[in-house]
């Protein structure tokens, strides 16, 4: 496990456990942010289930979420794990300080070379920087999605910017509704069914961002709308995991690429490419506050 640390935010991160954020700690608040682990932490294989390792923290999904076959030649037909490869397998570590690390690893199914970069460029701020590179002679079809998995007790709400948003369920039960009403419940602030889970995909988006608020923190999430033009909302009331585990509460903000966790069921222009020999790049930053600061500019 490697540490980096600001005065006010101490991170763990594991590159052995598919690179992931394992801990946010507020360190003045003494509070942590993202469900605790699960199960004890190791390597899962390249063929391994995620489902039975820990499945806690801020995890990565590239170039898929949801299991599936990759749908292009010349890799049709090969499988993706569930939650991608980037969970999968050790991140090597290319620089540590302080207040950064910087990782990279290969792709397994297909060929790049990606590396993932996470600083505290301030005391309060977490910024993921993300680069992947075509090794191969044919384009790559590709969705991320990040995956944090945020721990809330009680009362949440979720502010995102104005404007005509609308949502999918995933899976999909092909409607479309208007962001935040479902099933009677206003989804940016009430509690879907106790034992239930539920994933949707918001779109419209004219702004990059997205608030979560807690009744301790507010954590804002903040990304190139052109880049990461879909805003995932996964909200788990207790009913995952469903089996073989203590099911716990929490709701993961999501920014991602496309309204899917697999690479096969949208049009294949939903999906963005890296072209062979040509490289992407995106990122995303966390600004974690304590609710009292935050409540204080809002008085300001």
């Known amino acids: 496990m490697i540490q980096i640390e600001s005065p006010a935010l101490s991170v763990e991160i594991l590159p052995e456990v598919g690179g992931k954020v394992g801990q946010i700690h507020d360190k003045l608040c003494c509070r942590s942010l993202l469900v605790?682990?699960?199960?004890?932490?190791?390597?899962i294989p390249v063929d391994g289930n995620w489902l039975m390792h820990d499945?806690?923290?801020?995890?990565?999904?590239?170039?898929?979420?949801?299991?599936?076959?990759?749908?292009?030649?010349?890799?049709t037909g090969a499988q993706l794990p569930d939650l991608g490869e980037w969970t999968h397998g050790i991140w090597r570590i290319v620089n540590a300080g302080q207040r950064e690390i910087d990782m990279e690893r290969a792709g397994g199914t297909l060929p790049y070379l990606a590396s993932k970069a996470l600083r505290l460029v301030d005391d309060r701020i977490l910024e993921l920087s993300y680069r992947v590179e075509n090794h191969g002679r044919f384009p790559i079809r590709y969705l991320w999605s990040a995956h944090p998995l945020i721990s809330v007790e009680d009362d949440y709400e979720l502010v995102l910017p104005t404007g005509n948003l609308t949502f999918n369920t995933f899976p999909p039960d092909g409607r479309t509704y208007d962001w935040p009403l479902f099933d009677g419940r206003c989804?940016?602030?009430?509690?879907?069914?106790?034992?239930?889970?539920?994933?949707?995909?918001?779109?419209?988006?004219?702004?990059?961002?997205?608030?979560?608020?807690?009744?301790?923190?507010?954590?804002?999430?903040?990304?190139?709308?052109?880049?990461?033009?879909?805003?995932?909302?996964?909200?788990?009331?207790?009913?995952?995991?469903?089996?073989?585990?203590?099911?716990?509460?929490?709701?993961?903000?999501?920014?991602?690429?496309?309204?899917?966790?697999?690479?096969?069921?949208?049009?294949q222009r939903a999906y963005?490419?890296?072209?062979?020999?040509?490289v992407?790049?995106?990122?995303?930053?966390?600004?974690?506050?304590?609710?009292?600061?935050?409540?204080?500019q809002k008085n300001d």
């Open 272 to 278: 963005p490419r890296i072209e062979p020999g040509k």
């Open 187 to 267: 989804l940016s602030r009430e509690w879907i069914r106790h034992g239930t889970t539920l994933k949707v995909f918001i779109t419209g988006l004219t702004e990059g961002w997205c608030e979560l608020r807690l009744p301790t923190h507010t954590l804002r999430f903040v990304f190139d709308v052109n880049i990461v033009p879909v805003l995932g909302i996964w909200l788990n009331n207790f009913g995952f995991p469903a089996r073989g585990g203590r099911a716990f509460r929490c709701v993961a903000v999501e920014p991602c690429t496309s309204r899917s966790d697999l690479l096969h069921d949208l049009d």
């Open 36 to 43: 605790p682990p699960q199960r004890a932490y190791r390597t």
């Open 55 to 75: 499945i806690s923290g801020m995890d990565d999904c590239f170039p898929n979420v949801a299991a599936g076959d990759y749908p292009e030649h010349p890799w």
């Open 280 to 296: 992407a790049s995106w990122s995303l930053r966390l600004n974690i506050l304590p609710r009292a600061s935050t409540d204080a």
